[in-house]
């Protein structure tokens, strides 16, 4: 869902964290949902998901968002389960393969298949619009750009603080 905001709202809101590519639009929801600030929504899906023109724009923004995942978790931390939804889509290929040589692994890969449905189902519901059907797609794609960049992240952070402690 969009929201819209007078320009007295967001100056008073100080603007968006400039630290944050990831979760921009959630911090300023954070914000104003806490606030008596006045703020108007759209429910126009289509541009709530921000869909690209194609999987290589998608694959680019989630690489752009993974950047700064951790930073926004670390904002929000009751966000964390935002941190599954990623690992969840970013899993699918990996279970995937292995269920081919590891039967028990069918089984999860039967069980993310339904979550997906559920997903796609749902996004559909909330939506009217067919475009909610793309919605685990486009996650799926955005995730393969976000969880190599979130671990890269986690890396370089437990590497910092590693040296710190020598």
Do not use: C
């Not at 590519?21 to 104003?32: A, P």
């Not at 292995?98 to 692994?105: I, Q, Y």
């Amino acid at each position: 869902m969009a929201r819209i905001l007078k320009k007295e709202v967001y100056q008073e809101l100080g603007g968006y964290d400039e630290d944050l590519s990831y979760g921009e639009f959630q911090d300023i929801r954070k914000r104003t949902d806490g606030s008596k600030l006045e703020t108007k929504h759209l429910q126009d899906f289509e541009d709530s998901q921000r869909f690209r023109r194609n999987f290589k724009q998608v694959y680019g923004q989630g690489k752009w968002y993974g950047k700064t995942f951790i930073d926004f978790l670390k904002k929000y931390p009751e966000e964390y389960a935002s941190l599954f939804t990623v690992f969840f889509f970013f899993s699918i290929p990996f279970v995937a393969i292995t269920s081919l040589f590891v039967p028990f692994f069918r089984y999860l890969l039967l069980l993310q298949g339904l979550m997906v449905l559920y997903i796609s189902l749902e996004a559909y519901r909330q939506s009217g619009s067919v475009y909610g059907f793309l919605v685990p797609l486009v996650k799926f794609v955005r995730s393969m750009g976000m969880a190599p960049e979130i671990i890269k992240y986690l890396i370089r952070d437990i590497s910092k603080k590693v040296k710190e402690r020598l």
